[in-house]
Structure formats: C-alpha cells, structure tokens
C-alpha cells in the first residue's frame, strides 16, 4: 500500500506580498500629497505676502490653536457630532418609509415628488431663523434643520433604486408565486440598498453643513457658533480651527458610512 503525501502548503511570494503592500500604500499616497501640498501653499501665502493673522493666519498659528483650546473646541465638536448623527438618523426613519410608499403607487409618485422638490428647493440659510422663532433655541431646531437638509436625497435614491429593480427578477418571483411582502424582501430591497447607500453617503456629508447652518442662528455651543463668535472677535485662528474639525468630521462620517456600505452591501458594483 502506498502512502501519497500531502503537498506542502503554497506560500505567499514575498515579492508578490510586497508589491500588494505597495500598492495599496500607493492608494493613500496622492491625498496626503495634495493635503500637504495645500498646506504648504497656505503657509507661503501668508509668509511671502505677509498676511496679518487676524485675516489669514499661518498653518502654525492654527496648530497652536488646536491645540491650546483642545478641550473647548472638543466639547463643541460633540455638540455638533450630536445633532448632526440625530438629524442624520431622522431623516433614515422618515425617509426610507417615505420612499416605500412612494414607489407602491404611481398617483403618490406623482403627488408626493413635487411637493419634496419644493422642499428642497427653499434655501435652508432662509429657514434656521424660522425654525428658531417656532422651535426656541433649543437644540430640536438644528437636529430637524439637519433632517431637512439630508431627506430629499435619501428619499430620492430609496426610490430610484426600488424603481430600477431589474423586470427579469420580478417575472422570476411572479413566476414562484412570492406575496408582495417576499418580493420586496428578497428581491426589491436588495436591489434597492447600494442605490440607497449613494443617498446616505450624500446626505452625511450635508447633514454636517446642517448642522453649522442652524448653528449660525440662535446657537450657544456648537462648531457653528465657535465660528461666529471667533469672527466677531476676529479670532481667525480659532475660526480656522473649528473649519478644520468640521472637515475632519465630514470625511470621519463619510468613510465610517462607506464602511457600513462594504459591510451590507458586499456584492454592490465598485467598478
């Protein structure tokens, strides 16, 4: 009797390894590039042209700052991190089930697709003082300024996707005699999610300036109001700082959305 051993397990190349290494170093190369060649460009600006700190200040002047007032500028991002995720969440509750019932009829379609148009077309600077007069000063007033700014595309892509799902996959379920509600479940929902992911990873990034919009009315904490009040005492540095933490918090939500949507959505088309 003969014993046939087993082959030795393959091993990765290591040449191989490392230039999957690379590359996927190399992916994350040409942001860090542009970003410090931004701020590079910032800091000559104000040293060649000699721009007053009050009106530019310099990329070191705003580290200091960050830095200085950590604790201060960390207790307003969280107010901020708060209504925005409030807002955010708000506008999923109501959207999507909007967006449900849109698409189960043709004549809401065509009633209900108007009336959000309009919605989304008033300027949402025109609305926070309104919202302040009737909702007080509170923060109810910036979470539902932030439910207005992220609804109309959450709504908008939960419907374009449950509209766009593929007839052949409809015929197949009519064809195994699924209920409306099996049809939905397995068919139009999954079909429907990576279009709604586009909505969500849209409507995040808004939800942010929502949230420094309502803030800029009525506030007393908040990013938004870190950057009226450091503009009326022309404490630029501070202005800047808060900016960077709006930005850093917008892309910080931005990519924890885009996790989320490789987590659900792993078979969604990257091409």
């Given amino acids: 009797m003969t014993v046939t051993q087993a082959p030795p397990a393959r091993r990765d190349n290591p040449r191989r390894e490392t230039t999957r290494r690379i590359g996927q170093w190399s ?16 800091w000559a ?11 530019l200040p310099s990329p070191i002047e705003v580290a200091q700052t960050l830095v200085e007032d950590a604790g201060y500028l960390w207790d307003n991002t969280l107010v901020t991190l708060w209504e925005t995720l409030l807002g955010f969440l708000l506008a999923i509750v109501v959207g ?16 209900v697709y108007p009336l959000l148009l309009m919605l989304n077309a008033v300027p949402k600077v025109a609305v926070a003082p309104l919202l302040v007069v009737w909702m007080g000063f509170g923060q109810f007033p910036k979470v539902f300024l932030v439910f207005l700014v992220c609804f109309f595309p959450i709504v908008i892509s939960t419907a374009a996707g449950l509209s766009s799902t593929q ?4 015929e197949l379920g009519r064809s195994l005699k699924m209920n409306w509600w099996q049809t939905f479940r397995m068919i139009r929902m999954p079909a429907a999610v990576p279009q709604l992911f586009v909505g969500l990873k849209l409507a995040i990034t808004l939800a942010v300036i929502g949230a420094v919009i309502a803030e800029f009315v009525g506030a007393t904490e908040g990013l938004g109001y870190v950057i009226v009040a450091s503009g009326a005492s022309a404490d630029t540095a501070l202005a800047f700082a808060a900016m960077i933490l709006l930005g850093v918090l917008s892309v910080v939500l931005f990519y924890l959305t885009a996790a989320v949507e490789r987590f659900f959505v792993p078979w969604a088309d990257r091409s």
């Fill in 45 to 55: 600006v104000t040293v060649v042209f000699e721009v007053e700190s009050f009106i």
């Fill in 27 to 42: 992916q994350h190369l040409p942001p860090v590039l542009g970003l410090a060649g931004a701020v590079a460009l910032w």
């Fill in 167 to 170: 007839a052949d996959l409809v």
């Fill in 96 to 111: 999507v089930p909007l967006a449900l019932v849109v698409t189960a009829s043709r004549m809401l379609e065509r009633t």
